[in-house]
Each structure stands twice: as C-alpha cells, then as structure tokens.
C-alpha cells in the first residue's frame, strides 16, 4: 500500500507516526464531508465500496495532465472540452446506472481483461487514425478529452469525499494503545 511506503523516518521527524498521519487525513476528509441527503443521492452513482489506491492515483494523474490545459483557457476550446465534459459526465453518471448502461458494462466485464485491454488499445488507435485527417482537427480531439477527463476528474474526487477514505486507510492509533 501507499502508506505502507510512507518513509518513517521523514514522519518522525514532523513529529508525528504513520497512525497520526492517517488519523489526521481522514479528519481532513471528514471535514468535507457531504450532508447525507446529497451523498444517499449521490452513492447510486458509486461503487458500494471505498475507492481504491489505483483510482486515486489515476485522479492525480489525470489532474497532471490536464491542469496545464485547464490554467491556460485561451488554448483551450470550450465549446469542445464542455462537451467532452457533459458526455463523460453522462457515461459515468445517470447514462452508467441506465439499463442500456449497464448491458454494456456487463459485456464489457464478459470479455475478461485480455478483451477490455483489447478494445481499449482499438479506441486508441482508431482515434490516432481519426487524428491523421485534416477532417477532424486533432487540437479539437484533444479539448474534448480534456474535458472528459475534467469530468472524470470530478466523478473520482466526488467518490472520494462520498465514501469518506480510501479503502485501507485505517487509524492504527487504537491498535498501538
């Protein structure tokens, strides 16, 4: 786990150990939390679980990768990257939990990993091939995906403050008394 490889030394020397750490990060969560008529709303669009170290990961990263596109709006198309945003939003969101939604999760998880990973590398090549034609501006592709990954951005950072932690993300401070 991440936490696991949080160097020791560098916690002790704050003054502080691993259990104060993940005590003082979850009250940080807390402190945000959602008001429980929004986030019984809300959890129809989550996994009954907490999110996992991999998902969080992939927010910082996507938050990388977009956060220069996003601090310099003039290069940024907003027309696209707003569709990109409310199309992903839909994906991830109502058109998910919709019963067409969730067909095609249930296919999807039917092809196993070898196919997922398969269709995954199709989109990408197709849309590398799409990018090629002086039809499609490739700088408009690219806005409509920064706005997907804004929205998907959202969606994980919603997660994470409806669930209240990240799975494993546990204080240890009553195991150690």
Known sequence: MLLESVDSEFLHSMGTDRGDFQAFFRTRLMMISVPSNIQTR???????????????????????DIGPDVLAPASLSWPAAVTGFLAFSVALGPGARSSFGRQIGQRFRSIGVTGRVAVIVLFAVTVGVVTRFDMVPSALIADVATGGLLATLLYLVTYLICAGGVSGLTSNRKNSE
């Open 42 to 64: 809300l959890s129809a669009f989550f996994p009954d679980r907490q999110p996992t170290w991999t998902e969080v990961i992939i927010g910082v990263l996507i938050g990388i």
